[in-house]
T-cell receptor, first 113, second 116 residues
Framework: RKEVEQDPGPFNVPEGATVAFNCTYS??????FFWYRQDCRKEPKLLMS???SGNEDGRFTAQLNRASQYISLLIRDSKLSDSATYLC??????????????FGKGTLLTVNP | DADVTQTPRNRITKTGKRIMLECSQTKGHDRMYWYRQDPGLGLRLIYYSFDVKDINKGEISDGYSVSRQAQAKFSLSLESAIPNQTALYFC???????????????FGPGTRLTVL
């Protein structure tokens, strides 16, 4: 299994749709999990952290299943401005220094009017 | 003003030339990173530095070198550029003392490098 694997898409959805992205990771000792957003030709920016209990930020909901080594991101009521690439990011650390973020290749989302 | 800046933003050079990409930050973070991004390959770590005297190789360091001149500055050099080093290069910072203990990384705007 690749370290962090995502469905590359692309996902094309109409405004107002609900869309879900999935991600799997290989290192069972990973400690931290994130979703980053990257607009075309721009730098990645943190969208949200992912906690074991699941967390929500407005229209965005992130879930983590440690047993299955699976992370998800749900976007409700999609907006045109949600069009971007979504990167699943995992801290690959197995203890000690927590520097190493491993990035998935990203899932491209286009929200259409 | 941007917290993490990179210069140049775009550069076209020829095979064999020495190139330096520079990164500066005003966030006061101790950790800095260099990544490259290629279509279909995602972001890959080249080098990282926890402090001025602490520099470490990432997963793809061959053909690159770095210098941490000060806590706020981290430069990436290509000693002899080759075409497969054509990519988008990002600098990033993180704070080991922050609430996420350095996990969240803040990226610069990127440098688009083309090696002919």
């Amino acid at each position: 299994r690749k370290e962090v694997e995502q469905d590359p898409g692309p996902f094309n959805v109409p405004e107002g749709a609900t869309v879900a992205f999935n991600c799997t990771y290989s290192n069972s000792a990973s400690q931290s999990f994130f979703w980053y957003r990257q607009d075309c030709r721009k730098e990645p920016k943190l969208l949200m952290s992912v906690y074991s209990s699941g967390n929500e930020d407005g229209r965005f909901t992130a879930q983590l299943n440690r047993a299955s080594q699976y992370i998800s991101l749900l976007i409700r009521d999609s907006k045109l401005s949600d069009s971007a690439t979504y990167l699943c990011v995992v801290n690959g650390n197995s203890g000690g220094s927590n520097y190493k973020l491993t990035f998935g290749k990203g899932t491209l989302l286009t929200v259409n009017p | 003003d941007a917290d993490v800046t990179q210069t140049p933003r775009n550069r076209i050079t020829k095979t064999g030339k020495r190139i330096m990409l520079e990164c500066s930050q005003t966030k006061g973070h101790d950790r800095m990173y260099w990544y490259r991004q290629d279509p279909g390959l995602g972001l890959r770590l080249i080098y990282y530095s926890f402090d001025v005297k602490d520099i470490n190789k990432g997963e793809i360091s061959d053909g690159y070198s770095v210098s941490r001149q000060a806590q706020a500055k981290f430069s990436l050099s290509l000693e002899s550029a080759i075409p497969n080093q054509t990519a988008l290069y990002f600098c990033a910072t993180s704070d080991s003392h922050g609430p996420r203990q350095g996990n969240e990384q803040f990226f610069g705007p990127g440098t688009r490098l083309t090696v002919l």
